[in-house]
């Protein structure tokens, strides 16, 4: 017997050190912390500007914040990719280029990064509201505007199922 309904998509749990939670057509809410010294302001640019150049090929980005020991992003990755390919690309890519610019050599990022599924519009926006507060809250901004590690697409919209 045939319907029409397509299936769920089915919640897949795997663990290395952490658990991560993997549910086709979710945004995910993502913490990658550094191995190495602070990033610079132009460090911090760099990543944010890589981070930036997925959006719409690898994932839809909704928002980023590339903190001098951490970043944070909100993304949703585009169908047949994997959250763990794009941690990949975008830990590599910008290990390298930090690499670079440093003189140095070796890891940059730690190995496995803290991820998970936004399961509801006012948790997007709780997310959301935390990146943009998180530079000021460290001390590095007194105005909001101010801070050039910040990327927001201006997009918040989630299926609710509350």
Same mark, same amino acid.
């Given at each position: 017997?045939? #319907? ?6 089915? /919640? ?8 991560? %939670?993997? /549910?086709? *057509? ?7 912390? /550094?191995?190495?010294?602070?990033? #610079? ?6 990543? /944010? ?6 959006? +719409? ?7 980023? &914040? ?13 169908? +047949? ?7 990949? +690309?975008?830990? +590599? &890519? #910008?290990?390298? =280029?930090?690499?670079? =610019? ?6 940059? %990022? ?7 599924? &936004? =399961? ?18 460290? *001390? ?8 050039? *590690?910040?990327?927001?697409? *201006? ?8």
């Amino acid at each position: 017997m045939s #319907s029409s309904r397509s299936e769920p998509p089915e /919640l897949r749990i795997t663990r290395r050190h952490l658990p991560h %939670w993997t /549910l086709d *057509g979710s945004i995910y809410f993502v913490t990658a912390r /550094l191995a190495t010294r602070p990033l #610079s302001a132009p460090e911090r640019r760099e990543v /944010l500007a890589h981070v930036r150049s997925g959006d +719409g090929r690898f994932y839809r980005l909704v928002a980023a &914040v590339i903190m001098p020991d951490h970043l944070h992003l909100l993304l949703k990755p585009s169908p +047949g990719i994997t959250l763990s390919r794009i941690m990949k +690309g975008i830990k +590599g &890519v #910008s290990a390298r =280029r930090i690499n670079r =610019r440093r003189g140095t050599r070796g890891r940059v %990022w730690l190995h496995e990064s803290w991820d998970r599924v &936004v =399961r509801h519009q006012r948790e997007l926006l709780e997310k959301i509201d935390y990146m943009l507060y998180n530079p000021w809250k460290a *001390g590095l901004i007194e105005d909001l505007r101010e801070y050039d *590690g910040w990327y927001w697409s *201006g997009e918040y919209d989630i299926e609710d199922d509350e």
